[in-house]
């Protein structure tokens, strides 16, 4: 891997992506041959949003590697309450800490703070952006259920705001993979997107309102939830809500092996009867967070990216 920072999925070569998956895997096999590697290292989190399993597997990783985390705690308890600049925020904890893992509300902010530091930083979700490293243990998840060769993937719901979509339909494009979005008109991917994904020769799109168009010919569907701390307005959420929910019984006209994935957290667009099917590889993908953050941070802290 030769890069500085790791901001979004468009920046990852197959290479790239492969190398990663590798580590984890190696990771996930034996994490004791880690366990004191990066002892004496501490990574800075930066989270100016809420977040549980991203911000906990992080720092889980960091401490299964034998390193430690300095935490800038809610921005109610920080500065910026003072008014400080995310510039200045990112200058200052970057002598602190050996690496940086950064989520905030605006799109665009992880691009702009690398601009200010040398320490690696990770973006861990910018708004409605991008979400790369998320990305990664989807795609660790995926090619251990349904492998990442000839993939007929369904990605459905929230595709306008969900940033997870986002970095992951861009990397599932260097695997040639067949990628159907399914959501209302209003939540449909970004155009930029769509363009972006036809000008990568690899990506096969199709646009979907219905999940009955295309879910007999999938092996995985990639449930999101609607994004409603993105809405500007309430109203508008409220009409999309509640729309494409699954459940066991959605199940019958699958086949038998489709995994059913969400980054999480859920609402409603997953009834908690599925969970006990098979199907279900939603509480399998966060736990997949672990290796293959490890296996980032591994990487971005080692030099080995430069190799
Ligand atoms: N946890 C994911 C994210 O931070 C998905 C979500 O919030 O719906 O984007």
């Known amino acids: 891997m030769r890069h500085d920072h790791l901001i979004t999925s468009k920046q990852l070569s197959r290479a790239d992506i492969e190398t990663v998956l590798d580590r984890a895997a190696e990771i996930a096999a034996d994490p004791d041959a880690v366990a004191q590697r990066h002892a004496g290292t501490l990574l800075g989190l930066l989270f100016f949003e809420p977040s549980t399993r991203t911000k906990m597997s992080f720092e889980t990783a960091m401490k299964r590697l034998g390193g430690d985390v300095v935490d800038m705690g809610s921005v109610e308890s920080s500065s910026v309450t003072k008014g400080e600049t995310l510039a200045d925020t990112v200058r200052v904890i970057e002598g602190y800490a050996d690496a940086l893992v950064l989520r905030h509300p605006k799109q665009g902010a992880a691009t702009m703070a690398c601009e200010y530091v040398d320490v690696p930083l990770l973006n861990a979700g910018d708004g409605a952006g991008h979400h790369p490293t998320q990305t990664l243990l989807d795609l660790y998840t995926i090619r251990e259920n349904a492998g990442l060769e000839d993939l007929t993937i369904g990605i459905m719901g929230d595709l306008k705001y969900g940033r997870t979509v986002h970095s992951l339909s861009y990397a599932l494009a260097n695997f040639e993979a067949r990628q159907h979005f399914i959501s209302p008109e209003s939540l449909q991917l970004p155009r930029e997107v769509v363009f972006d994904l036809h000008q990568h020769g690899g990506a096969q799109i199709r646009e979907h309102e219905s999940l009955d168009e295309v879910l007999g010919d999938l092996d995985v569907l990639y449930v999101t939830r609607i994004q ?10 409220q009409t999309v809500a509640g729309e494409y929910q699954i459940d066991a019984e959605t199940m019958v006209d699958a086949n038998d092996d489709l995994t059913v994935m969400h980054p999480l957290p859920r609402v409603d667009e997953i009834a908690p009867d599925l969970d006990e099917t098979d199907h279900a590889a939603y509480f399998e993908q966060a736990h997949n967070g672990v290796p293959v953050r490890m296996a ?7 030099g080995d990216r430069n190799e």
């Open 296 to 302: 980032l941070l591994d990487l971005f802290l080692s």
């Open 228 to 237: 409603r701390e993105r809405f500007p307005d309430e109203n508008e959420y």
